[in-house]
DNA sequence: GCGCTGACTCCCC
DNA sequence: AGGGGAGCCAGCG
């Protein structure tokens, strides 16, 4: 599983893609959509893996605690993309899952 | 093949 | 609320 045509990448890719505005998934919620139950991490990765001028809204993938589990620069874009889309982003970087989580 | 390293998650304390 | 431990698994040296 690696490359850009993997069929794994791809149901992971369409299913972060399939999160409406202004809601968020964690990676566990992400693979399990994808039909990759316990494999979060797989899920991490790839979104680590994502080409810098991606159009796939990365932003609305958080971790389990419902906290941007990102770091530098792409945390603080993360957080600014949120809050755009109308998203409570706490001062600690966390979401409230209750209000804004993705319920497909 | 081996060990380490994560944009992860549970579970237990 | 926060930390340790275990399970997780693909990539890399």
């Keep these: 599983m690696d490359r850009?045509?993997?069929p794994v990448r791809q149901r992971i890719l369409a299913t972060v893609d399939s999160?409406?505005?202004?809601?968020v998934a964690s990676y566990g919620q992400v693979a399990l959509e994808a039909g990759l139950p316990g494999r979060a991490r797989l899920?991490?990765?790839t979104m680590?893996?994502?080409a810098e001028g991606t159009k796939l809204a990365w932003h609305r993938v958080v971790n389990a605690a419902g906290r941007i589990s990102t770091s530098g620069a792409s945390a603080r874009e993360q957080r600014r993309r949120l809050r755009a889309e109308g998203v409570a982003v706490?001062?600690?970087g966390r979401v409230d899952f209750a209000v804004h989580g993705w319920r497909p």
């Excluded at 999160?19 to 809601?23: E, Q, T, Y």
């Design 48 to 50: 680590s893996e994502l």
């Design 19 to 23: 999160i409406p505005r202004g809601r």
């Design 90 to 92: 706490d001062a600690r």
């Design 43 to 45: 899920v991490g990765r």
């Design 4 to 6: 850009p045509d993997d």
